[in-house]
Nanobody, 125 residues
């Protein structure tokens, strides 16, 4: 059972990136996938969550209107589309598996059953 996060890179302010979180060893249909980020010297913060049991999504205020999240069930992969990126979006982004998006941003790391390895996003000119 694994999550593999990828798609990070260096992008200019205002640019876009699409992160992927590929699941293996289990089917995403019955789980929620949350995206977190952690910048150097800062605490981990929740960015988005998608509950694949009902398709519901949740976004932190600081990404609303800029980020979208979706699931390709055929590929068993969750995508985080990040648009209008800002320097303050620079962080390592992680995906994590849970059973519900309810209050995901305040849950302990131990609430999540599986974590991806993280992918670096750098927004800079």
């Amino acid at each position: 059972v694994q999550l593999q996060a990828s798609g990070g890179g260096l992008v200019q302010p205002g640019g876009s990136l699409r992160l992927s979180c590929a699941a293996s060893g289990f089917t995403l249909d019955y789980y929620a996938i949350a995206w977190f980020r952690q910048a150097p010297g800062k605490e981990r913060e929740g960015a988005s969550c998608i509950d694949n049991s009902d398709g519901s999504t949740d976004f932190a205020d600081y990404v609303k209107g800029r980020f979208t999240v979706s699931t390709d069930k055929a590929r068993n992969t969750v995508f985080l589309q990040m648009n209008s990126l800002k320097p303050e979006d620079t962080a390592v982004y992680y995906c994590a598996r849970t059973t519900t998006c309810s209050d995901y941003e305040n849950r302990s790391v131990w609430w999540f059953e599986v974590w991806g390895q993280g992918t670096q996003v750098t927004v800079s000119s």
